[in-house]
């Protein structure tokens, strides 16, 4: 049996923990800190209410420590490992998954696991890139992270930066496995009879050409992730290219007003805001773009939306903070990188990537690139840990 530790239940990882027990016969419990993913709360970045149309729950056990209906934590930042020993003695794990450091929870969570003396696994998104610390910060930091891994019987890292990290602080450690970030492409229309027929009906309903270049912006709209950066970059694009632009933005946001405001002012860049949409209802929106771009400035450990266009053939523009771009973006095949915060070197690798719009090939390479960041594959990571932390307990009891 695995038990794994987590704030709520998330739609990207869901998928993984069935394919433990469907591909591997590896007996899965998630332990989640709260229900607030599933019944529906507020998410703060978003600024509305969300509550994921996927199935978050079957093909695996689990149990919440807290529900909402019951007073229990409406986000990530409050939930409590309250009733978490208790949870460890009932389902009797043999290894015990933990889903990082940060927020507190991962932390208590991390303690109370080591204290029920089941070899621990850990699967995070730390990077080293993500943030800019001070010296002392970093070396506080490491210490900290140096001493949860020594104490780990498997890591698994999600990517080439998160292999880098955890090289540099626990050089030797012998169960390290690739356990990539993924998306599970199930809920996606994928055929190209769906890519032709939902690109021409949401084009329609957006009033936009057929030959219009669509930048789509996909995520949570605030600082942090750019999407002003976009707007100016749009405006200093050749007039040719920028009178031919619309960029479509999926999300929610406290930035919105900003960037409607921004994006009115002249040099005019055509611009339309569709709010937060649900998973089923993503592909709808892949489809009727032509590129994606990721103008993140900083703590992008990854950025899942870059997995997501590569599975509808959707070439990306990502600045170089974005975790995924050693992974997924080869420049002039299957995107282009710029420098994060850099407005005209956004610009250019816009002008760059309209190289690779609407080209099967690219669409191609783009589709082979996330092929192996995929649901079974994560699976196959984590079932391969797990074995070697419970064989070699097996053999230091013997």
């Known amino acids: 049996m695995l038990a794994v530790i987590e704030t709520h239940p998330v739609q990207y990882h869901a998928p ?31 600024g509305v209410d969300v509550k994921w149309d996927t199935d978050l729950l079957s093909g695996y056990e689990w149990r919440f420590l807290s529900r909402i209906r019951s007073g229990g934590a409406t986000n990530a930042e409050t939930v409590s490992t309250g009733g978490l ?8 794990p043999s290894a015990v998954l933990l889903l990082g450091y940060s927020p507190r929870f991962y932390r208590m969570a991390a303690y109370r696991a080591w204290r029920h003396g089941r070899p621990l696994l850990f699967r995070g998104e730390t990077t080293d890139h993500a943030w800019r610390r001070g010296p002392v910060k970093r070396a506080v930091r490491d210490w900290m992270l140096r001493r949860l891994y020594r104490r780990c ?22 169960n390290v496995r690739f356990a990539p970030y993924c998306v599970d492409a199930a809920p996606f229309q994928l055929d190209p009879r769906d890519r032709d027929r939902m690109r021409t009906e949401v084009r329609r309903q957006l009033g936009v050409a057929d030959d219009r270049l669509v930048l789509l912006f996909a995520g949570k709209i605030t600082a942090r992730k750019g999407p002003h950066l976009l707007v100016a970059a749009a405006k200093e694009l050749p007039h040719t290219m920028r009178d031919n632009v619309l960029i479509l933005s999926v999300g929610s946001g406290d930035l919105q007003p900003q960037i409607t405001e921004q994006a009115g002012r002249r040099p005019i860049v055509s611009l339309r805001c569709v709010g937060f949409q649900n998973q089923t209802e993503l592909s709808r929106y892949y489809h009727a773009a032509d590129l994606l771009a990721m103008p993140s400035v900083r703590n992008e450990t990854w950025g899942l939306v870059v997995n997501e266009a590569l599975h509808h053939g959707v070439p990306c523009v990502v600045s170089d903070a974005v975790g995924c771009v050693p992974d997924l973006i080869e420049a002039g095949v299957t995107g ?3 420098g994060a915060g850099d407005v005209r070197g ?44 419970v064989a070699a307990e097996s053999h230091a009891v013997a």
């Open 336 to 338: 282009e990188v710029f």
């Open 346 to 389: 956004l610009r250019d690798a816009l002008v760059r990537a309209a190289s690779l719009v609407r080209n099967p090939e690219t669409a191609a390479c783009c589709r082979r690139a996330v092929a192996s960041y995929s649901v079974e594959r994560a699976a196959d990571g984590i079932a391969d840990a797990y074995r070697w932390a």
């Open 153 to 174: 019987a498997g890591i698994l890292y999600i990517g080439r930066r998160s292999l880098q990290h955890v090289r540099r602080l626990v050089p030797d450690h012998p």
């Open 85 to 92: 020993e208790e949870a460890l003695v009932a389902v009797k």
């Open 16 to 46: 993984v923990y069935r394919a433990l027990r469907a591909r591997h016969g590896i007996p899965v419990t998630v332990i989640y800190g709260s229900d607030f993913s599933v019944v529906g709360a507020r998410d703060v970045e978003f």
